[in-house]
């Protein structure tokens, strides 16, 4: 059974960091691409960022473009989003996500297959 568990969430001032990571089990993922999205109260659930499955290629969101990083150890079969310059309109649900489809590096929400169970960051100001 495939599970995917973020964890690293929690409750920060504006202009801070937080790290999150996401471990996958049940299969190993290293020939997919790994993503993360977000959804805040009432909004839709958006895209932030996705790494290759080799790690060489990503793509970044451009409202956290230049604050968020993400990167993967596949040895850990882990995900990464290292979010810095923290916002109050970061504030949301954090999920991680793994494509239908290996090798495919997409930002399409409905392209995805697996999903975490979230978890949350709240940004005071």
């Known amino acids: 059974q495939v599970q995917l568990v973020e964890s690293g969430g929690g409750l920060v001032q504006a202009g801070g960091s937080l790290r999150l990571s996401c471990a996958a089990s049940?299969?190993?993922?290293?020939?997919?691409?790994m993503g993360w999205f977000r959804q805040a109260p009432g909004k839709e659930r958006e895209f932030v960022a996705v790494?290759?499955?080799?790690?060489?290629?990503?793509i970044i969101a451009g409202s956290v473009k230049g604050r968020f990083t993400i990167s993967r150890d596949n040895a850990k079969n882990t995900v990464y989003l290292q979010m810095n310059s923290l916002k109050p309109e970061d504030t949301a649900v954090y999920y991680c996500?793994?494509?239908?489809?290996?090798?495919?590096?997409?930002?399409?929400?409905?392209?995805?297959?697996?999903w975490g169970q979230g978890t949350q960051v709240t940004v005071s100001s």
């Open positions: 049940g299969r190993t993922f290293s020939s997919y691409a």
């Open positions: 790494i290759s499955w080799s790690g060489g290629s990503t």
């Open positions: 996500a793994v494509p239908n489809r290996p090798r495919e590096v997409t930002t399409r929400r409905y392209e995805y297959h697996y």
